[in-house]
């Protein structure tokens, strides 16, 4: 049998990969922590005892359930976007521990499979649900604001008349937000025709996310679009609810039509383009 401190050790390592792993996204995390941690179990119960497999299964499951479940337990709220993710870990524990019983474990295939379909589909449901309700369409009214471009241009939907605008909300620590860059330029090329303004809305998290670190960005990544920089703990994520990064507004005639991904924004635009 392997000692239990090896056993928490390696686990310990695996909650911090996949905890790493979820600035590119929870679906990474969820996959990367599902495999390893069924292999990883897997492992090191065909070396145990029948009788140390469950000691030895709680022994690779404590990591997770210290240093991840508490965050859920105390601030649901503001932690429940990533849950999904962190049960992916739980759920690889015990998918490998069925595997070791019979190699061609019903219980791992269907586990298996259920973080498949997560990982394509359930988890982007899970966070749509969460940060814009079941139906990203809406018709939301907004009073008036005021916003800057990262020039010191002031901006109001007051002077936004006839127009739609497409404020897509990101931040210089979202790896996500950065990556859709060439798709939000795309977005900016299919419909230059038609009366859609475009800006990028950066929202400072910490007080080190400075607008130096805005430009750099936006110059490296070549984004076309004219970009807002709102300032540290303003009223601007507030007035919009945004909850999560990247999310995209359409607003039109002091309304807001649509909050989602970005993804879903180009099926609202086409659809309300071909409509017309």
């Known amino acids: 049998m392997i000692k239990p401190i090896i056993t928490i050790s390696i686990s310990l390592i695996l909650v911090l990969a996949s905890s790493y792993l979820a600035s590119f996204g929870h679906n990474m995390k969820m996959i990367f922590g599902y495999i390893s941690f069924t292999l990883f179990t897997f492992f090191i119960l065909r070396k145990s005892e029948s009788s140390k497999k469950t000691i030895q299964s709680i022994f690779i499951a404590l990591p997770i359930i210290i240093l991840l479940m508490p965050a859920y337990i105390l601030d649901y709220e503001n932690t429940k976007l990533s849950l999904p993710s962190s049960i992916a870990l739980l759920v690889g524990v015990i998918s490998g521990f069925f595997l070791t019983k019979h190699k061609t474990s019903f219980v791992s295939i269907t586990l298996t499979v259920i973080i498949a379909f997560m990982y394509f589909k359930g988890y982007s ?67 230059k025709q038609k009366k859609i303004l475009f800006y990028g809305v950066n929202v400072p998290i910490t007080k080190e996310d400075t ?40 607003i039109e005639k002091n309304k807001i039509l649509f909050k989602g991904s970005l993804k879903n924004c180009e099926k609202f635009l086409s659809l309300k383009f071909n409509n017309l």
């Open 125 to 191: 449901l899970w966070a749509n649900n969460i940060m814009y309700g079941w139906h990203s369409n809406t018709n939301t009214p907004i009073n008036t604001f005021y916003l800057s471009t990262v020039n010191g241009y002031k901006l109001s939907n007051a002077s936004w008349k006839e127009e739609i605008v497409v404020l897509n909300f990101w931040n210089s620590h979202c790896k996500p937000c950065i990556k859709e860059f060439p798709e939000f330029n795309q977005l900016i090329e299919k419909y």
């Open 211 to 250: 607008k130096e670190t805005a430009l750099e960005l936006l110059n490296k990544y070549e984004a076309k679009f004219e970009n807002i920089y709102s300032s540290y703990l303003d009223k601007t994520t507030s007035v919009f609810e945004i909850k999560i990064y990247p999310t995209v507004l359409v």
